[in-house]
Structures are given as C-alpha cells and as structure tokens.
C-alpha cells in the first residue's frame, strides 16, 4: 500500500533531479520518453499477449502523421491533436486486430511485417499527403494550455512527454491486473487451457491491438510534437525493428523492461556515438549480444539481489476465475 | 527500481563529463557535423570530411584566424527525429556556431525549425531535395539539386536534334524532382515526352520498362536513380536487349556514373552521357591539385562531389566570417554568405543572394576510358545555373 504513494513519487523526484541535473540533455530524455511509450505500446501485445509484431511503426507511424495533418490544417491544440493521434491508432489497431486475431505464431508475424511495409509504401506513394522522403515540416504546436510554449531548449517538451508516458504507464499498470490483462496473459500462457475454460482468444486479442495501438498512435503523435517535423520515415521497418529489439533488452513481459529498455538503448548508442561517430555500431552490438547471452530473459530477467523474483510479474493463481 | 535510475543518470553525466573535456584552446571555431559515419552509407561522412580537411590544410587548420573544432554526429543514413535532436544538443549543449554536413534531405528538412529558432547558419553539404534553403532563412548549399542537374541534360538533348523523349526515374523524392525539371525544360524548348515511367526505389526489374522503350523507340531515354548499383543494372539491361543498335540515346544524371562508384563498375557505363556539377577529372590545374591533396590525406578513395561542397562550405565559410570580422551570429553570417562567389575545384560557383542556393556550371560528360581509368570527361556546359527551387 505504501509502495502505491512511494513509487510515483520517487520517479517525480528523478523527473526533477533529471530536470535540474541534466538541462542540456532534455531533447535526448524526451526523445527516449517517446520510443518508450512506443515500447510500452508494443509491451501490450508482445508482452502481455505473447504475440510478436514486426509491423508496429504503422500505428507510430498513423499517429505522428494524424497530429502533423492537423498541424498542417492549422488545428495546433497539443492535447486534442494528441487525442486524435490515440484514437486513429486505436481504430488502425482494431482493424489490423480483426485479422491479426485470427492468426498466431509466424503466420500472424508476417502480417505484422507486410502491414508495416505495406502502410509505408502507401505513404511514399502519396507525397501529395505524406511529404514523401522530404515530409511535412515547419508544423506549428501551440502552447500547452495556451501558456506553456515548446521552446529550443525543450523544457516544455519534456514534461509534456513525461506526463504522458507517466499516464500511459498507470494505465497499463492498472490493465496488467484487471481481468483483462490477467487473461491476455493466461493467454500468452496457455491458449488451449484458456479456450478449453471457455474464453474467447479472438475479441481480447483485438481488444489488445486496439489498446496498444491507441499508445503507439500516442507515442507518433508525440515524436511529430516535439520535433516540429513527420516524414514517411516514422513507418519504416527499422522502426518496428528497434523498438522489438529495445523491449527484449529491457525484458519481454515486464512493464518496467519497455521503459528500461528505450533509455538503456538510447543512452548506450549517444554515449558510444560521442565516443566515436563511425564504429558506435559495434559497441552497441557487442553490448547486445552481451545482455541477450548473459541475460537472456532482458535486463529485468536478471535476478538482481535487491528485488523480489519478477516483481512486476502477475502470477495466475490456479484457482484464479476468469469471468469473461 | 530508484536504484537503475540513478545509474542511468549517471551514463549520462558520465557522457557530459567526456565531453566537456574536448573544449579547449583559444577560442576555437566550433562546428557540428551532422553526417552518415555509419552503415551503408559511412562513406557519404568519409567524403565530407576529406574535403573539409583539405581546406584545413590549405589554411593551416583554421577558419578566418580561428583554430575549428568539429562536433561529429552520426545519423547513419535518413533519421530525421535523430538529426533534429542532434542539431538541438549541438546548439544548445555544445554551443556551436555552425552545423554543417546534412547528406540526406529529410534530415536537413527536419533541422531547419530548430536553426530558425536558435538562429544558427547551416550549410548544407549535400542534400538535393529543391526545397530546402526555403525552409530556413539560415540555410545555405554549397552542393546541388536534383533539378539543377536535370534541367541542363534536357536543354543539351534539344540541341542534339533530340525531340521525343521517354523518362523513367527511381519513385521517390529526388526522383520526382528529376522527372520535374527534366519535362519543364523540354517541353518548354519544344520537345514531345514520350511516356514517364516511374519505378519503385527498392529492388526494380527493369527489363519491362527496358521493353517498353524498345517498342516506343524514342529519340532518347532520360534516367535517374540513386547512385549505386540501379543505374549499372539498367545500363546492363539496356544493353543486353539491343537498344544501343535501334538508337536510343541514353541520357542521366551524374549519380548514374558517381565517381565513388565508376571505378567498380566495369564496362557498364561506358559511353553513357551525363549532367552533374563535379567530375573528378574535371580538367583544371585546381582541380587537379584538389583530388592530388584529397587522396593524400585520405588515401586512395576517389573525391566525389560530397567531397567538393564540403570543401566549399568551409571556403564559404571563411570567407563570410573575413567579410563579418569573426562575427557568428545567424543573420550577420548569413548575409555575408549571400552573393559570395568563390573559386571550387568544380567552377566558379555562386550563392544566389535570394535563395541561398548555388549558382554553377553544370556539364555535359560521357563516361569512357582514359589512362586505364573509367571517368567523366566533360566535353560541354551550361553556364551558372541556378536551382529551379523554391523561393522564400
């Protein structure tokens, strides 16, 4: 119970601490809020489904693209800019659920892949719409609440992101272990024992895309807010690609690992890109292959001495009922 | 939970420590390179700062009397969150007084808000999309467009007797922008296109469209394509289906026959005709004297046109910082910049004073053998074009 008040506000006070210590580093810790809210998105279906996505950046991508045309059509309101981009990653997550629902394993990864390619083909061959390569830039973002402005040194930015990722986060806390999220989980588990109990498989799991595509299409939204720019980049598969590979190092199923994942990633690749601009790569490749080998389960798996065995883990109780 | 945050605040004030150690000296000349040093397209920054360390030499390492530090970022190809971010922490953490680099035109598009707003000068070192000079007060180019190149192969084909023409370009961005300028400036010299043909950036099989041209027989066929292995491979295509013998002329822009690529590329270009602002074996004792330093400071790598406008945005901007007396502010530098006309290994060149655009000479050349070696010879050229870009 105490832990409820304890945990919230020790990250405000490292949201602070951040704040004062580092406020030339704020673009950087914005820009990793972003990718961990896309990471948290992906945790949704990933995670909590058990269900592998290569195609992820196209609800990132619809929702940096919803929050850049409106930008464009002079509608520069963050907050209800930023709504819309959940919701049209919402509905872009219920369609592509219809079907992906009905799929498991490889056959449902490969839609995922041939969804994402397939969103970014269109929007290369709309430059009308998208921009193309060259994008959609100079958008304008009000002041939040029509008195905090985004300024260069990114101060508003951050908290803006923050609190998003802070509510975004709650809320998947609170998913985890309501019914639904329990059997999602059951789910990921043991798909035979839940049909045999008589849980329908296909309404959760379009459900799940829904939900973690309303945070992806979030996480767009704020990446076009914070950088005044969307290009078709924001569906490429290196996108999709990243972000899977951020949340294995974090560690699959654990919220924490979708936020851990994102900044140990973004921070290794700065602080190796500022130690050399060329052969970054290969440092940050040999400390992933460094975590996967000693680490297989992510950074979280580890049993570190000081936290409880998989503390964020919700384990089903055999006697739990499930109410459909 | 507590714990892993203060490490990771650690990593970063580690980070902030490392770097400030780099400072130093009396009062240097700091400039931030946003580049590719990495990946597939690694030798896009290898090239630029060859050419930069090539003015370096001549000047003794120092622009207008100051000692230049560089602040290298890498975006590995086409990023532009990561440039955007790059080009903040470059202005704000490490307080430069100019960007330059910008290979791809999405990053260079996506900086430009923030130059805006911080009012810090970039000179772009390469990017080709029209558009950008127009999306900042402070952006200048030292290199080229896409249009710029293009325009010129259409008003040199109409005065070979060319009058119908067929394109096929690669379907992106600069692409577009080809087909663009290359229709404007041959229908308005009177010549008929005959199809436009657009083929998808990735993987293309070319021999439909090879086809295509084999049954319309145009006067000629005009081609653009990133530079790389497409323009070989429909070169190849071309040749195996027998179109040289029914007179199709083939027409491109210089990335067909890029210098970083030509000496790979076997028999295939030979005889192919190209526009481009730069050849390596550009026939002037400056040049000659610019592709002798480059490879002795870089090796045996062949200076491409990246290398040029590299070395010209640091000609450009020491020249400007002469005319404002060391003054780096974004408005005084910028307008000092504006009109500059300079002496390149290429030509003379010229900032146009409305767009911050080049101004250049862009030539006529044909890929063929000589000493052994495969390279453009320039044999025509269309004096001081300018971009056909957008203007502010």
């Known amino acids: ?324 | 939970m507590p714990i892993l945050l203060s490490r990771r605040a650690l990593v970063i004030t580690s980070a902030l420590v490392g770097f400030s150690a780099t400072v130093g000296a009396a009062d240097p000349l700091k400039i931030g390179v946003i580049a590719s040093y990495s990946g597939a397209y690694a030798d896009y920054g290898k090239q630029m700062d060859g050419g930069m360390a090539v003015y370096l030499a001549e000047t003794g390492g120092t622009l207008a009397g100051r000692p230049v530090t560089f602040i290298r970022k890498d975006t590995a190809g086409p990023a532009p969150d990561l440039a955007n971010r790059f080009a903040k922490e470059l202005i704000i953490r490490d307080k430069v007084d100019l960007i330059v680099g910008l290979d791809f035109s999405p990053n260079a598009i996506a900086i430009a808000p923030v130059l805006t707003e911080a009012k810090v000068v970039a000179v772009v070192m390469n990017a080709a999309s029209a558009v950008i000079p127009s999306r900042s007060p402070y952006i200048v180019r030292t290199s080229f467009s896409v249009s710029q190149v293009s325009a010129p192969m259409a008003q040199w084909a109409l005065t070979q007797g060319i009058k119908q023409v067929s394109t096929i370009v690669s379907d992106y961005g600069p692409g577009q922008d080809a087909e663009k300028a290359f229709h404007a400036a041959f229908k308005a010299g009177g010549g008929t296109i005959t199809n436009a043909m657009r083929v998808p950036l990735s993987n293309p099989d070319f021999s439909a469209y090879v086809q295509r041209l084999k049954d319309e027989k145009p006067d000629a066929a005009f081609i653009f394509f990133p530079s790389g292995d497409q323009p070989t491979a429909f070169m190849r295509n071309f040749r195996e289906r027998g179109l040289e013998a029914t007179g199709v002329k083939l027409l491109a822009t210089g990335e067909a026959t890029d210098d970083a690529f030509l000496a790979n590329q076997g028999e295939d270009p030979a005889g192919l005709i190209t526009s481009h602002h730069y050849s390596f074996a550009h026939p002037s004792p400056r040049n000659v004297a610019y592709t002798a330093a480059f490879r002795k400071i870089v090796g045996e790598m062949r200076p491409s046109y990246m290398s040029v406008a590299a070395y010209d945005g640091l000609a450009l901007i020491d020249a400007a910082l002469k005319k404002t007396g060391g003054k780096t502010d974004a408005p005084t530098l910028i307008e000092a910049m504006k009109g500059q006309t300079l002496d390149s290994p290429r030509g003379p060149i010229t900032i146009d004073s409305v767009t911050r655009d080049i101004v250049q000479t862009v030539y006529i050349r044909k890929a063929q053998r000589v000493n052994g070696q495969m390279v453009n010879v320039e044999f025509d050229a269309i004096q001081a074009v300018q971009s056909p870009g957008v203007t502010p």
Request: one cysteine or more; proline letters at 4%.
């Open chain 1, 1 to 324: 119970m105490i832990r409820r008040f304890l945990e919230p506000l020790a990250w405000a006070g490292v949201a602070v601490a951040v704040f004062w210590g580092l406020p030339d580093r704020l673009a950087l810790v914005t820009h990793l809020t972003t990718l961990a809210l896309f990471a948290l998105s992906l945790h949704v279906v990933v995670g909590l489904g058990g269900i592998l996505s290569l195609g992820h950046a196209a609800f990132f991508g619809l929702g940096a693209y919803t929050v850049g045309l409106l930008a464009l059509q002079g509608w520069t309101e963050p907050l209800t800019a930023l709504l819309a981009a959940g919701i049209i990653g919402a509905v872009a997550g219920l369609a592509a659920g219809s079907v992906l629902a009905r799929l498991r394993g490889l056959p449902a990864l490969m839609v995922t892949l041939g969804l994402g390619l397939l969103l970014h083909e269109a929007a290369l061959r709309l430059p009308g719409l998208t921009g193309g390569e060259d994008g959609l830039s100079g958008l304008e973002t009000a002041p939040i609440f029509g008195s905090f402005a985004f300024d260069l040194w990114g101060k508003t930015a951050y908290w803006y992101a923050l609190s998003v990722l802070a509510a975004a986060f709650w809320c998947v806390s609170r998913l985890e272990v309501a019914p639904f999220g329990v059997s999602l989980r059951a789910l990921h588990d043991n798909p035979t024992r839940l049909h045999a109990l008589g849980i329908g498989q296909t309404a959760r799991v379009q459900t799940a895309y829904g939900i973690s595509g309303a945070l992806a299409g979030l996480a767009g939204g704020l990446l076009t807010q914070t950088t005044q720019f969307v290009s078709v980049e924001v569906f490429s598969f290196h996108r999709s690609a990243d972000v899977l590979v951020m949340l294995i190092l974090g560690g699959v199923g654990r919220r924490y690992g979708a936020l851990l994942g994102p900044v140990l990633y973004g921070v290794l690749r700065d602080v190796l890109a500022d130690w050399h601009p060329a052969y970054w790569g290969a440092g940050l490749g040999l400390a992933l292959m460094a975590v996967v080998l000693l680490a297989p389960q992510g950074l979280l798996g580890l049993r570190w001495p000081w936290a409880r065995a998989n503390p964020e883990r919700v384990e089903l109780p055999a006697t739990t009922h499930l109410h459909k």
